[in-house]
């Protein structure tokens, strides 16, 4: 647990936010306010970890408390008047917090128990700068490999698109090499790969892409340069900025691209910004509302609890079980296993109905409640945040001949960081993506390995 509280904190600051929320919303009920608390607990060890490691666990609890603490705080303290039906809260914020409090903190302690000092995400930086200098090709072969796989990803379906999805993320892995090993950054080299990021963020109206990578990218930054606390304070309030105006403008944006026809890029983004300003302005309380949608994963989490077991039974591990195959068998061994956003499933135990081609996801703490009910659905997120935390600790212990093996962690940990996903979308790309890299890394073993240590006279 020294990773939760013994690591270096500013608890004086920590204490003075805690006390201006608490003059600032002074109606706000103690549990919504506890639950804020810890998320800002959550967001403020990310931003203390940043310049040491790469922050897997940190973003899997921070995260994890947007969507579950954050966003249902926010709709049960005004922002739900302006929302109907099944996008509403569905239970009083009692009943909702009763479980979701002790189950996310129960995940966060999960991911720590066995922590030591960040195991498989501290990078050996001058172990990473030595194999760089000895493959110098080898990080422009990883960037190479990821535009293509990013191309041939579109021509097929089921497992073998997902193997070119995941080689289209060594683009940001061989930039990593790049930033980490390299005496100088690359510009070219990294506004290629961003551009492409940007671009396909764009053109698709899909922004979490770019905000994931522009984190993964920041750490290595902040990893090479040990920023000041000030210049990190900056890039972080900039973060912030950026990812509420995307949150803000890109229900509108959706709209223009998606269902309106324009083709997504610059053009369509100003052009969105401009009618946004001429309407109600880019930030207004209804705005707000639709956005805290795309972080309150608790309004589904509602849905299920109000749905099981009123009329559907706790699955008692049984849907879980249909999980784990979708997630870890290939579709040639179970031709009939579960589909990523199955809208059947999901409409089964969430009780919400929805439209088709629209995939939603239960996430796992809405899995936990769904199998075992409020005592064994907390129960079961510890063990979860056991698991991820085990499969770090695996990729610490195999660093140990190979030390870029840790700058693969954000490709692994890509889907897992999000609560909104469903759980066999989580499993079962930490499951590939982790086969995957083990495979690469055994039949290329001598060419990933770290040169021998110089024994001691």
């Given at each position: 647990?020294?990773?939760?509280?013994?690591?270096?904190?500013?608890?004086?600051?920590?204490?003075?936010?805690?006390?201006?929320?608490?003059?600032?919303?002074?109606?706000?009920?103690?549990?919504?306010?506890?639950?804020?608390?810890?998320?800002?607990?959550?967001?403020?060890?990310?931003?203390?970890?940043?310049?040491?490691?790469?922050?897997?666990?940190?973003?899997?609890?921070?995260?994890?408390?947007?969507?579950?603490?954050?966003?249902?705080?926010?709709?049960?303290?005004?922002?739900?008047?302006?929302?109907?039906?099944?996008?509403?809260?569905?239970?009083?914020?009692q009943e909702y917090f009763a479980y979701v409090l002790p189950a996310v903190i129960l995940f966060i302690i999960g991911l720590h128990i066995r922590a030591g000092l960040m195991?498989?995400?501290?990078?050996?930086?001058?172990?990473?700068?030595?194999?760089?200098?000895?493959?110098?090709?080898?990080?422009?072969?990883?960037?190479?490999?990821?535009?293509?796989?990013?191309?041939?990803?579109?021509?097929?379906?089921?497992?073998?698109?997902?193997?070119?999805?995941?080689?289209?993320?060594?683009?940001?892995?061989?930039?990593?090499?790049?930033?980490?090993?390299?005496?100088?950054?690359?510009?070219?080299?990294?506004?290629?790969?961003?551009?492409?990021?940007?671009?396909?963020?764009?053109?698709?109206?899909?922004?979490?892409?770019?905000?994931?990578?522009?984190?993964?990218?920041?750490?290595?930054?902040?990893?090479?340069?040990?920023?000041?606390?000030?210049?990190?304070?900056?890039?972080?309030?900039?973060?912030?900025?950026?990812?509420?105006?995307?949150?803000?403008?890109?229900?509108?944006?959706?709209?223009?691209?998606?269902?309106?026809?324009?083709?997504?890029?610059?053009?369509?983004?100003?052009?969105?910004?401009?009618?946004?300003?001429?309407?109600?302005?880019?930030?207004?309380?209804?705005?707000?509302?639709?956005?805290?949608?795309?972080?309150?994963?608790?309004?589904?989490?509602?849905?299920?609890?109000?749905?099981?077991?009123?009329?559907?039974?706790?699955?008692?591990?049984?849907?879980?079980?249909?999980?784990?195959?979708?997630?870890?068998?290939?579709?040639?061994?179970?031709?009939?296993?579960?589909?990523?956003?199955?809208?059947?499933?999901?409409?089964?135990?969430?009780?919400?109905?929805?439209?088709?081609?629209?995939?939603?996801?239960?996430?796992?703490?809405?899995?936990?409640?769904?199998?075992?009910?409020?005592?064994?659905?907390?129960?079961?997120?510890?063990?979860?945040?056991?698991?991820?935390?085990?499969v770090l600790r695996l990729y610490k212990r195999f660093s140990k001949d190979f030390s870029i093996l840790i700058l693969f962690t954000p490709l692994v940990f890509y889907y897992?960081?999000?609560?909104?996903?469903?759980?066999?979308?989580?499993?079962?790309?930490?499951?590939?993506?982790?086969?995957?890299?083990?495979?690469?890394?055994?039949?290329?073993?001598?060419?990933?390995?770290?040169?021998?240590?110089?024994?001691?006279?």
């Amino acid at each position: 647990m020294h990773s939760l509280f013994k690591v270096h904190f500013n608890w004086g600051i920590y204490l003075i936010l805690g006390l201006l929320i608490r003059l600032v919303f002074p109606n706000l009920s103690w549990l919504c306010y506890f639950a804020v608390m810890i998320s800002l607990h959550q967001f403020m060890l990310l931003f203390y970890s940043i310049g040491h490691i790469i922050p897997v666990r940190y973003l899997l609890g921070s995260f994890m408390c947007l969507q579950m603490f954050i966003g249902p705080t926010l709709a049960y303290n005004g922002l739900d008047k302006f929302q109907r039906g099944y996008m509403k809260m569905q239970v009083p914020y009692q009943e909702y917090f009763a479980y979701v409090l002790p189950a996310v903190i129960l995940f966060i302690i999960g991911l720590h128990i066995r922590a030591g000092l960040m195991e498989g995400e501290y990078v050996e930086e001058e172990k990473v700068k030595k194999f760089v200098n000895k493959n110098p090709q080898l990080p422009y072969i990883f960037v190479g490999i990821g535009f293509v796989a990013s191309v041939a990803a579109s021509f097929f379906r089921s497992e073998l698109g997902f193997i070119f999805y995941l080689l289209s993320g060594f683009k940001f892995i061989g930039t990593f090499m790049i930033i980490l090993g390299s005496r100088n950054v690359k510009p070219i080299v990294l506004a290629a790969v961003y551009g492409s990021v940007i671009a396909t963020s764009l053109s698709r109206a899909m922004f979490h892409d770019l905000l994931t990578w522009v984190i993964f990218l920041g750490s290595v930054f902040a990893i090479k340069y040990k920023p000041r606390l000030e210049v990190k304070a900056m890039f972080a309030g900039a973060f912030v900025l950026l990812a509420v105006f995307i949150q803000m403008i890109k229900g509108d944006y959706r709209q223009a691209t998606w269902k309106e026809g324009e083709e997504g890029g610059i053009e369509a983004l100003q052009k969105t910004i401009e009618e946004g300003q001429e309407k109600k302005g880019i930030i207004n309380m209804e705005k707000l509302a639709v956005s805290n949608i795309r972080i309150n994963q608790g309004y589904i989490v509602t849905n299920i609890m109000k749905h099981v077991p009123a009329k559907e039974p706790h699955a008692n591990g049984q849907e879980l079980m249909v999980i784990m195959e979708a997630a870890i068998l290939p579709r040639i061994i179970a031709p009939n296993k579960l589909n990523a956003g199955d809208r059947e499933f999901f409409m089964k135990y969430s009780g919400m109905r929805i439209a088709r081609g629209t995939s939603m996801g239960l996430s796992s703490v809405g899995d936990g409640y769904i199998n075992f009910g409020t005592i064994g659905g907390a129960i079961f997120m510890l063990i979860y945040g056991m698991f991820f935390s085990e499969v770090l600790r695996l990729y610490k212990r195999f660093s140990k001949d190979f030390s870029i093996l840790i700058l693969f962690t954000p490709l692994v940990f890509y889907y897992p960081i999000r609560p909104d996903c469903e759980l066999q979308t989580i499993l079962g790309h930490l499951f590939k993506a982790s086969f995957l890299i083990i495979f690469i890394f055994q039949v290329w073993k001598y060419n990933f390995r770290d040169d021998p240590e110089p024994s001691a006279a």
